[in-house]
T-cell receptor, first 113, second 117 residues
Framework: GPKVLQIPSHQIIDMGQMVTLNCDPVSNHLYFYWYKQILGQQMEFLVNFYNGKVMEKSKLFKDQFSVERPDGSYFTLKIQPTALEDSAVYFC???FGVGNTLYFGEGSRLIVV | GDSVTQTEGPVTVSESESLIINCTYSATSIAYPNLFWYVRYPGEGLQLLLKVITAGQKGSSRGFEATYNKETTSFHLQKASVQESDSAVYYCALGDPGGNAGAKLTFGGGTRLTVRP
């Protein structure tokens, strides 16, 4: 079936540094999402993105977070600067339209030390 | 806010036994949410198992079934006879069908299922 690819699968980074998580969504999909799952907790919605704009974001989407998809390439989540509480697995997802099935990547595990 | 509560794992059953994973939801901001079961097999990404958008209807896939019960706000996942290949983590989720910003989902905490051969 359709695949969403995430790069990197794992990253360890020093607190205060910048990190970019990359997502290659399903090719004809138009909506893109990031979810965050802290170890032992539920997966939670961060943000969704359509037509070059953030459509909705949760309270977890701090000012240090940003998303973009320049020129239809990777959909990225950037955290600058990182904090210890940003350690989590970040899942990217995409869908063709509103109400359509979300397809998820395998996640990027971020460890901030 | 909206929330989903499901059976806490891990759950271990033997092959060919029946299975039920409970899921209840609270949708304070959505009158008629869409309900989903997603599954993550070892080494793979989260994938949709089944989806039901109408209260009272049943969804089924790969031998699994779940019925959207609006009265009890439940969406329990059942299978009559599990196989070792069903070992995975199962997530119940709800979504807002009226959202115009994509399909934001609220997930339960996941239930890890291990099926013994």
């Amino acid at each position: 079936g359709p695949k969403v690819l995430q790069i990197p699968s794992h990253q360890i980074i020093d607190m205060g540094q910048m990190v970019t998580l990359n997502c290659d969504p399903v090719s004809n999909h138009l909506y893109f999402y990031w979810y965050k799952q802290i170890l032992g907790q539920q997966m939670e919605f961060l943000v969704n993105f359509y037509n070059g704009k953030v459509m909705e974001k949760s309270k977890l989407f701090k000012d240090q977070f940003s998303v973009e998809r320049p020129d239809g390439s990777y959909f990225t989540l950037k955290i600058q600067p990182t904090a210890l509480e940003d350690s989590a697995v970040y899942f990217c997802a995409s869908s063709f339209g509103v109400g359509n099935t979300l397809y998820f990547g395998e996640g990027s595990r971020l460890i901030v030390v | 806010g909206d929330s989903v509560t499901q059976t806490e794992g891990p759950v271990t059953v033997s092959e060919s036994e029946s299975l039920i994973i409970n899921c209840t939801y609270s949708a304070t901001s959505i009158a008629y949410p869409n309900l989903f079961w997603y599954v993550r097999y070892p080494g793979e990404g989260l994938q949709l198992l089944l989806k039901v958008i109408t209260a009272g209807q049943k969804g089924s896939s790969r031998g699994f079934e779940a019925t959207y019960n609006k009265e009890t706000t439940s969406f329990h996942l059942q299978k009559a006879s599990v196989q070792e290949s069903d070992s995975a983590v199962y997530y119940c989720a709800l979504g807002d069908p009226g959202g115009n910003a994509g399909a934001k989902l609220t997930f339960g905490g996941g239930t890890r299922l291990t099926v013994r051969p």
